[in-house]
């Protein structure tokens, strides 16, 4: 229980016997992934619906439904459920009495992804995904200027391209590959320049966001050769096939998430740099609706959009699995429970308004 640890005196710096201090900080996220799924697996409310693009999916339904929630979420999410969620800590589950919430008032990405990387809303200048600046530095900055890193040490891979706006204050300071663009780095990777010839080829349904396939393999490349400090990868299409109605799909992406967290962390563990000094953690920039006539949809005008998740994983989290009956937190809470994690004074990152979360740092 995240409770009892709650009430102890937040610390400023390690002290002797503390949990060891991850080194290097993962942060993955899928666009728009609503905690329903997450937690209780393929939606009844959606089965055999037309509407909800599930008119075909017979096959699919079949592969994951079970009565029992659990065994539900499991069949989605197989790895996340059974491998990886025991050994950390999951935030979000409303039905067990722990609540993630989005504070911006807009609840669409750009917002949702500022909030995460920057600790703090600014819903007067982040109003919605128009491609401007963010004024600034994300927190993945704020840890390349503490800790005196070439920009190709902290690197960003993204489907979306609106990252190249969100993830950085200005322009080229961190590693950043978005949207349709080549990467180019590992330079003399043969697979990273097939990527880079393939994610043109194939395109998807949105113009500024290619399929997260390039996104992941990219980035997994850039990962094992270039080894960088930290990473942030980001997902879309979970976002893309629900606005689109297209349920069957949206799950298809949830087992494409869960297999890429296998392989992701098959990685770190493997890797002599990585294994037991990386922080991992997964989120989502806004929730969406709980029904058939909305969960399609997300925005201010959209009933229980506000609740997301979060999972982290790594040294100096006790894996307590599902977190049950926590204080209230909030999404920018993520970026100082990060920095915390890592062994850095939240408090010196300026204009920050999160706090880590209760009993996680
Ligand atoms: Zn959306």
Same mark, same amino acid.
């Given at each position: 229980m995240l409770t009892r640890r709650a009430f102890l005196p937040l610390l400023a710096a390690p002290f002797a016997g503390a949990a060891p201090l991850a080194k290097h900080v993962v942060l993955f996220t899928s666009d728009g992934v609503r905690w329903q799924d997450l937690f209780t697996g393929i939606d009844p409310k959606l089965m055999g619906q037309k509407q909800a693009g599930m008119g075909d999916a017979r096959a699919l339904e079949k592969a994951l439904w079970f009565p029992d929630p659990v065994q539900r979420r499991e069949a989605l999410m197989p790895f996340f459920w059974k491998t990886l969620a025991p050994t950390g800590i999951v935030l979000g589950n409303l039905r067990k009495g722990s609540s993630l919430q989005v504070s911006n008032r807009y609840r669409v990405s750009y917002p949702g992804y500022s909030e995460i990387l920057t600790g703090r809303t600014q819903d007067d200048v982040i109003r919605g995904n128009d491609s401007i600046q963010n004024p600034t530095p994300s927190f993945l900055q704020f840890l390349k200027r503490k800790q005196n890193l070439?920009?190709?040490?902290v690197a960003v891979f993204a489907s979306w391209d609106n990252f190249h706006y969100s993830a950085e204050n200005k322009r080229g300071d961190l590693y950043i590959n978005a949207g349709y663009e080549k990467s180019r780095l590992p330079a003399d990777s043969p697979w990273t320049n097939e990527l880079n010839t393939l994610q043109f080829d194939a395109r998807f349904i949105e113009d500024n966001a290619r399929h997260d396939a390039f996104t992941f393999e990219l980035a997994l490349e850039y990962l094992q050769?270039?080894?960088?400090e930290h990473l942030f990868l980001s997902f879309d299409e979970t976002d893309d096939w629900a606005h689109d109605h297209r349920y069957d799909r949206v799950l298809e992406s949830l087992q494409y998430f869960d297999r890429s967290l296998e392989r992701l962390w098959s990685f770190l563990q493997s890797s002599p740099k990585y294994a037991n000094s990386t922080l991992l953690v997964l989120t989502t920039d806004h929730g969406r609706g709980g029904a058939l006539a909305d969960f399609s949809d997300h925005g %201010?005008?959209? *009933? &229980?959009?506000?609740q997301i998740w979060a999972a982290f994983f790594g %040294?100096?989290? *006790? &894996?307590?699995g599902e977190a049950h009956n926590t204080a209230p937190a909030y999404q920018r809470d993520i970026a100082p429970t990060i920095l915390q994690l890592l062994g850095f004074d939240y408090r010196e990152y300026q204009g920050l308004q999160g706090r880590p979360i209760s009993g996680i740092p």
């Open positions: 070439r920009s190709e040490q050769k270039v080894q960088p %201010p005008d959209v *009933a &229980g959009d506000q %040294p100096g989290i *006790a &894996g307590e």
